[in-house]
């Protein structure tokens, strides 16, 4: 007994130093967005700027995301939008809001909040979204082609204060 122990032990050993590591249950994908004016379409001058993370499961079957938002003026609402850089696209998640009078945001403003496939929105057919999302799984396959981008709008810029395009992280 003392030696099957001493095996297994071994094994676990060799494994972790072979590179092999022990790996963590879930695997996550993380998705990130520097939110700026001169991402809108088209582009706005402010001195808002925000930043957003969205990190999926493993499975793509939910996610927590984070939003930040800097100098928000009467911010209303935030959402991702599925579109390529440069072009404007239809809602496809709700990050926050609608509020209509907004808040004034000057730091972080969402923090742990929780996504999953319920919370899709799939665009309509013909939209400029080129890609058919019906679930985070199809979400997550259109921010790692670049076509996704969190969009943060105010009272003053009902169409969007501040954008920037999601981008897998490594």
């Known amino acids: 007994m003392k030696k099957l122990w001493i095996v297994a032990i071994a094994a676990l050993v060799t494994t972790v130093l072979a590179g092999g590591g022990i790996r963590a249950a879930v695997e996550q994908q993380d998705f990130r967005a520097r939110l700026s004016g001169l991402e809108e379409v088209p582009p706005v001058v402010t001195d808002t700027t925000g930043k957003a993370e969205i990190v999926l499961n493993e499975d793509e079957t939910a996610g927590e995301y984070e939003l930040e938002v800097e100098q928000g003026v009467r911010v209303t609402q935030a959402h991702i939008h599925c579109a390529p850089r440069g072009v404007n696209g239809p809602v496809v998640v709700f ?8 808040w004034d945001v000057n730091g972080s403003w969402i923090e742990n909040a929780t996504v999953t496939d319920a919370n899709v929105m799939p665009p309509a057919a013909g939209s400029t979204c080129p890609h058919v999302i019906n679930n985070l799984r199809d979400l997550a396959v259109a921010m790692r082609a670049g076509d996704t981008y969190v969009n943060v709008h105010t009272v003053a810029r009902p ?3 501040v954008r920037g395009q999601l981008k897998a992280e490594d």
């Not at 990050?95 to 907004?102: C, E, S």
């Open 95 to 102: 990050l926050a809001g609608f509020h209509n009078r907004g």
């Open 159 to 161: 169409g969007g204060e």
